[in-house]
């Protein structure tokens, strides 16, 4: 079954600096998502992505995040001037079309020392 | 708020039991997702139940969805240790599909 897939599973990355974290969503869909998840707090919403633009966004979302399908199959997340409160998991998932389930990947861990 | 909210948070039983989780929401919605979450790892969706569905099966889950009630539940038969994990019933508010995940209901199946 096809899966959406992320990288690295674990970065570590010195607060200030910036961070990219790559998806690749399964190769039908049409909807890109970013979530996050901080340690032992909820899934949150971060951006939604359909036809190369931010369909929606969470008020987490600000300046410092920006979200690029570089080519047909990536999707990623770049993080500028880290802090340590982004420390979290970081999930991504996509979906085929509306009313349709999302599929997630097994997210990547961002460390901010 | 929009967010289902489950209940109870934590649930421990032993295997072979069936899991019951319950979720409440409050609008309207087009349909009810169930996802779990292993430790650590990315959610993977287990279920979708459409708004015009009553009861929905797969498998040894079941669930079911009363809109009167804007409740929902989750049940799991013969439960197994591989079943321990959170579980999130997550629905959907707007065409732009964001799901909005509450704190989930903690599954412990001990062996």
């Known amino acids: 079954e096809p899966e959406v897939t992320q990288t690295p599973s674990h970065q570590v990355t010195q607060m200030g600096q910036e961070v990219i974290l790559r998806c690749v969503p399964i190769s039908n869909h049409l909807y890109f998502y970013w979530y996050r998840q901080i340690l032992g707090q909820k899934v949150e919403f971060l951006v939604s992505?359909?036809?190369?633009?931010?369909?929606?966004k969470s008020e987490i979302f600000d300046d410092q995040f920006s979200v690029e399908r570089p080519d047909g199959s990536n999707f990623t997340l770049k993080i500028r001037s880290t802090k340590l409160e982004d420390s979290a998991m970081y999930f991504c998932?996509?979906?085929?079309?509306?009313?349709?389930?999302?599929?997630f990947g097994d997210g990547t861990r961002l460390s901010i020392l | 708020s929009q967010q289902g909210e489950e209940d109870p948070q934590a649930l421990s039983i032993q295997e072979g039991e069936n899991a019951t989780m319950n979720c409440s929401y409050k609008?309207?919605?087009?349909?009810l997702q169930w996802y779990r979450q292993n430790s650590g790892r990315g959610l993977v969706h287990l279920i979708l139940i459409r708004s015009n569905e009553r009861e929905k099966h797969s498998g040894r889950l079941r669930v079911t969805l009363d809109t009167s009630k804007k409740s929902s539940s989750l049940l799991i038969t013969a439960s197994r240790a591989a079943d321990t994990a959170s579980y999130f019933c997550?629905?959907?508010?707007?065409?732009?599909?964001?799901?909005?995940f509450g704190q989930g209901t903690e599954l412990s199946v001990k062996p």
């Open positions: 609008t309207s919605i087009n349909n």
């Open positions: 998932a996509s979906r085929e079309f509306l009313n349709q389930p999302q599929h």
């Open positions: 997550v629905t959907i508010f707007n065409q732009g599909g964001k799901l909005i």
């Open positions: 992505f359909y036809n190369n633009e931010i369909s929606e």
